[in-house]
Each structure stands twice: as structure tokens, then as C-alpha cells.
């Protein structure tokens, strides 16, 4: 007989990055609140590196249109020995980014949390050097009570050349209560 899959509690709610302020009103500041409680943690984990010393917030927006613009500059520790952005760090970067583009339709009740992947779909169009200032736009699709969709682009802060085209697909859980 098939075990049932064992549950996260919702202990787990407490650790940086899980839930969205969603006592902030204002979607920028949001976001914002998100990113810091990376900041305010010793994690050391590689999202939370991205998070805590790489990403910076430019711009986010509520509905009817749900966005978030970051920036970052292409370190080193990103890239391949080829002196591009390895894709496995792209990935990581659309990953965090179209997560966090969630935080302004987050309520206690619908999508405290940033759910989980169930696809990440990526398009390399050109290669992102070492040293590159790249912006991430992204901007929530679709969000229903259960899956997400949203949509993120890489593109040069210098001419707007685009990098990268994600979609990202979520899935919202829920956590059981510790007993």
C-alpha cells in the first residue's frame, strides 16, 4: 500500500521567505518586506543569497496588473567557467523573482505562502556575461485558488536587449496545524 506523503506543519511558516507581509498595504513596500526577511536571517542557503545581497527592488504594482521589476548585477559566483550566467542560476533567478512578483495578491487566506513549482520553463535567447546589469520584469498571468501563472523576462539595463523568457507555474498547499 502506497504511504501517504508526509505534510509540512505550518511550524514552517516561521522561517525567512515563506510567508508575504501581508499587513504591508502598499505592493512595493510589499515586496520589499519579503526580500528583508531574508536579510533579517543568518540563512545561508543559495536562494537566500540571492535574495539577501544580489536582488534589488525597482518597481511593483497590484492588480488589475500584478508586477515586479528587479535588478542585479552578474557576479562571478553566478557564472560558468565560460564567463556567462550558468543557466542553473538563471533559473534560480526567475525562480525567486516571479515568486516574490506574488506578494501583492497574497491575503492571510490566498497565497500567504508563494506555493511551490510544479513547472519552470526557460528560453535562453542570448548569453549573459560576467558583469552584466540585467533587469527581471515579472508579472502574475493568472492566480486562482490553487495554481499560478507567471511570466518573467531578463533583459540588459543598458539597451533592453532580452536575455531570458521564463514562465513559472505554482502550486499553492496548505500546512497542517502542529499538534
Known sequence: MPRKAERYTNDILSRPGMVFAVDVKDPKERVQAYLDSYKNDQ???FDATLMKHHLNLVSATATPKVTATFRMKVTQDFCSTMGNMHGG????VLDMCTTTCMAPVSTPDFWLFGGVSRTLNT????????????????????????????????????DGKLFVVGEHNKASISFEKKL
Request: charged share 25%; glycine share 6%.
Open 43 to 45: 540563512t545561508t542557503s
Open 89 to 92: 542560476a538563471i533559473a534560480l
Open 123 to 158: 528560453t535562453f535567447l542570448r548569453a549573459i556575461r560576467a558583469g552584466a546589469e540585467i533587469e527581471i520584469f515579472c508579472e502574475v498571468l493568472h492566480v486562482g485558488a490553487r495554481l499560478a501563472a507567471i511570466r518573467g523576462e531578463l533583459r540588459d539595463c543598458k
